[in-house]
């Protein structure tokens, strides 16, 4: 089914509201989630309301968080989310690196006491907007071995980075440093379809191909040593030093629920003006973006696109035809407005 976006992000809004969240930050929280499914990231978007809204109802998340900003310095902040959701933690300290950067060049934000924040593009988006460079990376809980290990240890820890285009169509890199996203893990239990070998092993070192036996086994970095090397980084990077949970000290938002997720992130805005003239800088961009298209086959006539690219094409359908929403998440945004009193989502 397709959705307008303002509809489905006020009924997102509004379930986030009806559990118990503060409206603001709700508010923040739908815009993201909706963004995923404009996107076609539909394992990031409004299919997450099920789990926040359960963690919700029980007290595990703080809305409104009580939010601690300390600078550091000039261009450094240090934000204690006190457990607040994390999307919307996340949209803060985005922001919050932004004004760094508008003063000083670059601003650099760490972020503790946070939860799952989702998709890293829609917060390095916010800083391509405003004519900045932006990247952003969460660690997250453990599922994923070490290179050459068997044991779960670190997270997926995904980082995103985004650049901006004259066009708006901003470049948008956005991965997991794991083989696989654990949304795609369970896409694929959900799907019922076998998973490919070299995405996680057992105990033993055997690879995993069934989807639902991932959670007693681990995943791999993606890339082998190389893809654990990004994975360390990230837990330095988001965990080490910002304060927040590493390893085990992060906790998950499926199985735990005893604790917050003690998530950490690190986000980082570039102002490009300090480097050169915007209207240059996207100059020489558009030449780079050239040069990926030159490596086209011209027999097969295929077109080359560049990071993110499809993602744009994704949210002009969206914003023309509606946004796709699948039938189990719609059932079950459903089944979330009888329970909570809110009207449904009409068509």
């Known amino acids: 089914m397709r959705f307008d976006a303002s509809a489905l992000t006020e009924h997102a809004a509004s379930l986030l509201v009806a559990a118990g969240a503060d409206e603001v930050e709700a508010r923040s929280v739908a815009e993201s989630l909706v963004w995923c499914d404009r996107i076609d990231r539909p394992t990031q978007g409004v299919s997450r309301l099920p789990i926040l809204i359960e963690r919700l109802a029980q007290g595990l998340y703080q809305s409104p968080c009580r939010l601690e900003v300390e600078r550091r310095a000039a261009g450094v902040s240090v934000l204690d989310g006190g457990n607040g959701l994390g999307h919307w933690l996340a949209n803060r300290g985005m922001d919050a690196a932004i004004e760094l950067a508008q003063d000083t060049g670059i601003g650099v934000v760490g972020v503790r006491n946070g939860n799952f924040f989702g998709a890293g593009a829609c917060y390095v988006e916010r800083a391509a907007a405003r004519g900045m460079i932006g990247l952003a990376m969460s660690n997250s809980f453990p599922k994923v071995a ?202």
């Open 146 to 347: 070490a290179h050459g290990g068997v044991k779960s240890i670190l997270g997926t820890n995904p980082f995103a980075f985004g650049a901006p285009r004259r066009s708006g169509r901003s470049v948008l890199l956005d991965m997991a440093t794991a083989a696989s996203a654990g949304s795609m893990i369970r896409m694929y239990a959900d799907e019922g379809r076998p998973l490919p070998e070299g995405i996680a092993v057992d105990a033993m070192g055997r690879p995993i191909t069934d989807p639902s036996q991932v959670a007693s086994g681990a995943l791999l970095p993606f890339g082998g040593a190389k893809g654990w090397g990004l994975m360390f980084m990230v837990e330095i990077m988001a965990g080490v030093i910002t304060g927040a949970g590493i390893g085990p000290g992060v906790k998950s938002m499926y199985a735990d629920f005893e604790n917050g997720g003690r998530n950490g992130f690190l986000f980082l805005a570039l102002d490009i003006e300090r480097f050169m003239p915007l209207e240059l800088y996207f100059e020489r961009m558009e030449e780079l973006v050239a040069l990926v298209r030159s490596s086209a086959d011209a027999v097969k006539g295929l077109r080359v696109l560049y990071p993110g690219e499809s993602r744009w094409v994704a949210l002009a359908c969206s914003d023309r035809d509606g946004v796709f929403v699948g039938e189990r998440t719609v059932g079950a945004l459903e089944d979330l407005a009888r329970k909570l009193g809110v009207p449904l989502l009409a068509v």
